[in-house]
């Protein structure tokens, strides 16, 4: 059996979360810079992206080589055999990234490579392929770092944070492996215990949570992948995965301990289609409730909120008083939890008025952002303390 190196990329900060995750499916991985290691036989690639909630893409690599000039790059390229993966009468896209100092255009690297491509795939077939750039049949994905290129052909296609049913979306949601990955970092998925998002908005965080309860293989409800149109794509085991997955999904327990509060009832309208979308509503409790009331459900859990923090939502002075609510609530009706705050903004994180006993920092697309970690005793009172 073929033995593949594949890289799952993530979210910087991301890493280690990924490669657990991996390892706990059974792909031993390596955390690299924002990115995942890991070998093994095709199916393990395929079970990446079908059962992992936290990866952005699975990359499948073909090649690795020196790029010490543009015609260099272009004559590995055309080393590939390219014709053993890409129909000549499929479309392809070349996605690049990274830079060098001869390479110093990621546009002018992709064009390099595809022209690799397309005259390798000419001189064996003689056709070629055509370039479509938004929904390319093959996509290629070159990075270039410390000038040695890495070309892979990306078996995710569209990013894995889609998860094939679409999404209603309220303010400033965040993306789904982000949340996944979050809660990976409070050990949630582990523990299955109640789970709390007071500020939920279109509730990522509780879908995602759901979708482990329910043993929902995230990439299950996705028809399109970037492995469909590679010529040594293997349908049997691909439709061998996806039954096995179904085979996993559990019923909704009676009452719900995966728990959403919001002030803005439109969002929750949103989260609620969300759930609906991918059968999961039975899992998670949904309720409009502003924070300043925050009723804490009996017993303790785990309490995951990414409160707007001013970059998208309001402005950072009004969100003063917000995060110090939060940090009352957490401390005078949240007694035994384990709370988790996402934040893109330190100086609101310290208007919380509690010491974080962990900083996780991870990226929010551009904004750098920390998982502030506030272990509540279960007997008050918890004094004030800096963030
Ligand atoms: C950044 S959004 C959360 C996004 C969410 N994590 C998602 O992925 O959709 C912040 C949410 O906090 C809610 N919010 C703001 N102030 C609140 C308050 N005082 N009580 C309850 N919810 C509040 C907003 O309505 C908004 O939905």
Redesign the pocket.
Known sequence: MADYRFVATVAPGAEEALSAELSSLGIPAKAGIAAVLFQGSLEAGLRACLHSRIASRVLLELSHFPVRSADELFRSVKRIPWHEHIDPDSTIAVDFLGRSGIIRDARFGALKTKDGIVDRLRAETGRRPSVSPQQPDVQINVHLRNNHATVALDLSGQPLHLRGRGRA??????RETL?AALLWITGWPQQQRALL?????????LSEAAGWAAGLAPGLHRERWGFDAWKQHDPFLWRALQHQARQQLRDPPSSPTILG????GS?LG??RSNLMRYSLEAWVGLAV????ALEAPDGAGVMI?????GV???QVNELHE?YA?LGDTMRRRLLGWDCWIFCGEPALAKKVGLRANARHPLKNGPIDCRLLHYPIAASAPVGRGRS
């Not at 979306?169 to 965040?174: C, D, F, S, V, W």
């Not at 409730?289 to 300043?292: A, G, I, V, Y």
């Not at 909120?305 to 923090?309: D, H, M, V």
């Open positions: 979306t309220g303010p400033a949601p965040l949340a998002d007071p500020m939920c908005g279109s509730a990522t965080f509060r919001d002030r803005a969002s949103a989260a409730q502003p924070l300043e909120t990414n409160p707007p923090y998208r939502l309001g917000l609510t």
